[in-house]
């Protein structure tokens, strides 16, 4: 690793820890529920230690997804949320929860058992992978990948997942829609559920491996796909391999707190910025930005009551992230076709 | 060796290639020339195992490379697109040190990519990003990957490797290219520079609507009359190789 590489993991590293110690001191007053700054007492803190892991985990995933997303397409707008990964997952774990409803008044019992023991992430892969698979084919101008074409199916696929989500969840009782719609607008739990946690660990540590085992190959991919095979890449290979990874870890932060925008978008950005454009520094460094983004998100999150309650975080990420967005779209090597991760 | 046995291609229902036969021994230079959509593109893609053709068979060193994993069909031949793509912010030396993703040795990596920097003259871009350089430079650049990837006594096939470059870098990469064949590597180049082949190739396949119609020494193959009936242009042989003149009237 170069001198460059190894301040930018640092900085972000330190950017995570300080944001972890503000969340942990940050909490709600029991009295008037407004915004207090001290160290809580045990119980508390257990519940703060617990947003802070499941925004680590769940940023940690988007980073890393939105990382690989953007090399194997070749575009720097890929992200799970904007190709609609997200609300593939969203779409693939509601229809789940509605089977496993409809299951207990009878109707597909053996549908409820294989999507319990898989906790929505298996439901949520597939969703995902399922959105992937059709906006990469919606996303074909010319036998070659547009990547706004890309970007604009993506929105498109994630309208019509977050209109079936929405129309799934109509179906179900008022109980669990409640629920439902609450994950809907994306929350970091203060109480994540343990398998959720667990899975997105266990995927997080196989595309960690599995990133940087192929950073060089990574590198290699985004010259032309002719160039890439006669580098030695296996293209067809590295991407059903890490297009799976991707989703999986899409699906995995969706489990644990919904559809978060944007996140999966910036923090590969903010690495490269800070460590250069190599994939096997990358991985790392987009895993801890993503982490320490939802962490400094929620941690904001909590510092502000828009009267009605605390902020959605979905909506603090997106008002980060949609510049960010907008800004890289307008750049100069994206207007004139050169664009570059 | 390189031996083509009766090779078809076709793109669906549209035939590109059909019944080409050839023959290049190692240490040798080989130009595709032909018109614009005459097949040279595709067949230097077949020639490096990058397509399957339809029909027939290409071996090198009588292996059929299209067949080979990846990896193994790179550590003997490399391949140098028309137009370079690059989708990160790599610098020059990055974006040449590639070339070595699929090596087994990795100990004369360093070694490799300085001795291409200094014979394509990238020394002082070599920090440079990849896409301030203009095409002539990417060109370099990409050639310099290739002699980077390839083994003394590889097979190197190039599309237009000169189609950007001034006159002067244009003679650095033919110098390049005459260097590695003569340590033992099979270089084809597709090519539309009639004037430079003489200067390039030791020998001509010449391609017309996908069929081979010449093969041979450029001054055998490449001959005024000829070039006059296919281009429709004037071409006189003098002791420099071929000139161009107008076009007929």
Redesign the interface.
Known sequence: MSRRQVIGIVVLAVLLLVGGIVRMLIGRDPNDGGFEFQSPDTSIAWLRFGAVKSALVAGACLGLSGLLLQ?LL???LASPFILGLSAGAGLGSTIATWAITASSAGAIGWLSVAIRSADGVLPGTVGSLAVLIVVYALGRRGGRLDPLTLVLSGTVVATICGALTLLVQSLMPPASRGESWMWFMGQVPELPRADSLWIAVVLLILSFVAGIRNG??L??A???D??A??????LKRLRVGLFVLAGALAAASVALCGPIAFVGFVAPHLS?LLL???HRALVPASMIAGAAILVWSDAVRQSIDVGSGRLPIGVLTALIGGPVFLLVMRSR?MRSG???? | MLTIESISFSYGKRSALSAISAEAGAGRVVALVGRNGSGKSTLL?LI?G?ANPNGGAITWRNTALCRL???L???Q???V?Q????????TVS?VIE??R??AQRRDDGALRLSRAIKTLGLESLSERSF?QLSAGEQQRC?VA?ALV?SDASGLLALDEPFSNLDPGETMRVVDALRERAREGALVVIAMHDLSLVDRVADCVWWLERGTMVGMGAPEEILTPTRLREVFGCEFTRGAQGLTLGGRVA
């Open positions: 090399a070749r575009n720097p060089v190959a590198d290699v985004s010259t032309s002719e160039e095979e006669s580098l030695g890449v296996s490269r250069g454009a190599r090597r050169e664009w570059t991760c | 893609r490096a990058l994993d990846a990896i069909r790179a550590r031949v490399a391949y697109a137009r370079p793509g690059l989708a990160i912010d790599l990055q590639l070339g993703f699929a896409h990409v990957r990837q």
